[in-house]
């Protein structure tokens, strides 16, 4: 299972986020707005493991 972990601003941020999460070793998935036209330029959310979630939560403290 997956678990929300948190929402960001665009899908460039998004892959910022998942390039810094992969290389820590958190698997991360983003998912786009449901409009298939939306672009970049739209809000994301990110989702980790539910095993993970504690791994992701301990990085983004240490930021």
Known sequence: MWTKFMEVKSGYTAQ?????FQAEGVAIRI???LDAEA???FARELWVPNSKTHVAAE?????
């Open 59 to 63: 990085l983004m403290r240490k930021i």
């Open 31 to 33: 998912i786009p707005p």
């Open 16 to 20: 910022i986020w998942l390039e810094f």
């Open 39 to 41: 672009g970049m330029r």
